[in-house]
């Protein structure tokens, strides 16, 4: 999960430091980060306004992670029910029903998969099968772009936004609208309507901000709260947790849900999560930012916001001489990215096709075994490698566990082969530790010259 983006890591990290043994390691003094590299209001510059952020003492400090997580988690699980479990099967199911009516869907025990892998198929059916996978592929890519592209312009401004106008508006923003989006999708699926009006849904939440900005704003929301250094790393591992147990709820309980009550309910919990959310953070959470941190003037530039986020990138202000180690870094997450995040709609295509034919509880559960993998022997392996090796060398090892985890996917021909080739791949997660371990020390190194 949600897997989330380098963005996150680069707001976070880039204002309000890393574990201060890392920063001892990648800098010769020991001189604190006085200043965001993205600029703001000149009192906020002072490391001593860190008391605005405890102003309400232990008390409150401990009321904002609860109530923060606990939207997090209710965020998390009802985007793995309605993303991962309900809109991969339920676009298949419709252009299976269409093409092949005669063959019935069961719910139950004895729910069927929705190909037929016997040997006793015949070959048009197969051409049929293979016709609906394709169809459905396409639709997932018209779905990704509506549901991805808007957020990465989007992004820029509203992730920045936080910085002028507080954390807790672009919080409950992306919320409202999945919110917006899961309460059409019971509409749809219940109705029955066209799959081309589920990309105007899609779309709905994408220009919203969708996951990625709500999951980046509340972990800038942990940096305000929290001073540098252990507690905030160790806070930060606290939410990827309570992240990854949502996600294994959501999708173990959608492949349950799908099988015995077909697809509108799992979509009509998914709702209700996201309203407790809304409402949860909405009453119950208070503003991190201070207004003495909050721009005084209420005319806003984009202009100069679509600027600021890039000047890190480009500007020659920090990191003379060690930029390009970053920018290689972010150059590998991309490309990382681009086979852990594009893989998931093909995946789930494969598996409900031959020779798997797959069902609903069958699904959750591969996707339960990668969430488990990743987060709880993956971190754990990762580190106890960094006592013995280098994180270039536990990075090179990640890699090749995921290309050999590829190459057994594509060569599987029975369940365990792809349930093995899923630990494999998640064994070492090797997007989470570029974010989380070569990309730190590489900002460090920029600003610390």
């Keep these: 999960m949600i897997d989330q983006t380098f963005s996150t890591i680069f707001h976070l990290q880039t204002k309000d430091g890393f574990n201060q043994a890392v920063l001892d390691n990648a800098c010769e003094n020991d001189s604190p980060e006085t200043a965001p590299?993205?600029?703001?209001?000149?009192?906020?510059?002072?490391?001593?306004?860190?008391?605005?952020?405890?102003?309400?003492?232990?008390?409150?400090?401990?009321?904002?992670?609860?109530?923060?997580?606990?939207?997090?988690?209710?965020?998390?699980?009802?985007?793995?029910?309605?993303?991962?479990?309900?809109?991969?099967?339920?676009?298949?199911?419709?252009?299976?029903?269409?093409?092949?009516?005669?063959?019935?869907?069961?719910?139950?025990?004895?729910?069927?998969?929705?190909?037929?892998?016997?040997?006793?198929?015949?070959?048009?059916?197969?051409?049929?099968?293979?016709?609906?996978?394709?169809?459905?592929?396409?639709?997932?890519?018209?779905?990704?772009?509506?549901?991805?592209?808007?957020?990465?312009?989007?992004?820029?401004?509203?992730?920045?936004?936080?910085?002028?106008?507080?954390?807790?508006?672009?919080?409950?923003?992306?919320?409202?609208?999945?919110?917006?989006?899961?309460?059409?999708?019971?509409?749809?699926?219940?109705?029955?309507?066209?799959?081309?009006?589920f990309i105007l849904f899609l779309l709905i939440e994408g220009t919203t901000g969708g996951l990625y900005c709500q999951i980046t704003v509340s972990f800038s929301y942990i940096a305000d709260i929290t001073e540098k250094g252990d507690k905030l790393i160790f806070l930060l591992v606290i939410i990827e947790v309570i992240g990854g147990i949502g996600g294994l709820i959501g999708t173990l309980s959608s492949g349950y849900l799908i099988r015995e009550f077909g697809f509108v309910l799992p979509s009509f919990i998914s709702s209700l999560c996201l309203l407790a959310a809304l409402l949860l953070l909405g009453v119950f959470l208070p503003e991190s930012l201070p207004p003495e941190c909050k721009s005084r003037s209420k005319r806003i530039n984009f202009l100069s916001k679509f600027k600021g986020v890039w000047e890190f990138y480009i500007s020659s202000k920090n990191g003379n001489g060690t930029r390009w180690r970053y920018v290689f870094s972010l150059l590998i997450l991309i490309c990382v990215q681009f086979g852990i995040q594009g893989r998931v709609n093909v995946e789930t295509l494969y598996e409900l096709n031959k020779p798997f034919c797959w069902n609903s509880v069958l699904l959750g559960w591969f996707m339960a075994v990668r969430i488990l993998s990743s987060y709880i022997i993956g971190l754990v392996l990762i580190r106890v490698l960094r006592c013995c090796v280098s994180v270039e060398f536990i990075a090179l090892v990640g890699a090749t566990s995921h290309m050999a985890a590829f190459i057994l996917e594509a060569l599987a021909e029975r369940t365990f082969e792809l349930f093995l080739g899923k630990g494999m791949y998640y064994i070492l997660k090797i997007d989470i530790f570029l974010k989380n371990q070569l990309m730190p020390v590489n900002i460090l190194r920029m600003t610390c010259i």
């Design 37 to 197: 590299l993205l600029g703001g209001p000149p009192e906020c510059h002072d490391e001593d306004t860190k008391v605005l952020n405890k102003r309400g003492g232990r008390g409150q400090f401990l009321k904002s992670c609860f109530v923060l997580s606990s939207g997090l988690f209710l965020l998390v699980v009802a985007f793995t029910i309605i993303q991962l479990g309900v809109l991969h099967q339920y676009v298949y199911y419709v252009y299976y029903k269409k093409y092949l009516p005669n063959v019935t869907y069961n719910s139950g025990e004895k729910q069927k998969s929705y190909c037929n892998n016997s040997a006793n198929g015949t070959s048009a059916e197969e051409q049929i099968q293979n016709k609906i996978q394709v169809l459905a592929s396409q639709y997932m890519i018209y779905a990704s772009l509506a549901l991805y592209i808007p957020p990465i312009f989007g992004n820029f401004f509203l992730v920045t936004l936080s910085d002028t106008f507080g954390r807790k508006p672009f919080i409950i923003i992306p919320i409202f609208g999945a919110l917006l989006r899961s309460a059409l999708f019971v509409i749809g699926i219940h109705f029955e309507l066209d799959l081309q009006w």
